[in-house]
Nanobody, 120 residues
């Protein structure tokens, strides 16, 4: 069984920073892809950032230059460093991880979500 645990959300003033983390635990052999989505009220779910085991990264235009995704493979952890936060970044942020278990079975999981609120 694999679990994802997110942390790091909270309330911050515009211009501030937060770092989200997402750690996978379980019978994991390898992780191929990690990323973050966000869901704000009355807005479609948005892919914020993603990365792969080959260290390629992608960002949505709305966060490019402000957010940085990184990973720590030894800890099965992905981070999202968010700088210069804006009120429009307010949302629930969900991480995902996809990979392979030691049993040879693929897995794909979403985190429970962590709320980020940016005040103006």
């Amino acid at each position: 069984q694999v679990q994802l645990v997110e942390s790091g959300g909270g309330l911050v003033q515009a211009g501030g920073s937060l770092r989200l983390s997402c750690t996978a635990s379980g019978n994991i052999a390898s992780i191929h892809a990690m990323g973050w989505h966000r869901q704000a009220p009355d807005r479609p779910r948005e892919t914020v950032a993603s990365t792969t085991s080959g260290d390629s990264t992608n960002y949505s235009d709305s966060v490019k230059g402000r957010f940085t995704i990184s990973r720590e493979p030894a800890k099965n952890t992905v981070y999202l460093q968010m700088n210069n936060l804006k009120p429009e970044d307010t949302a629930v942020y969900y991480c995902y991880q996809r990979g392979l278990l030691h049993t040879g079975v693929d897995f794909g999981l979403w985190g429970q979500g962590t709320r980020v609120t940016v005040s103006s």
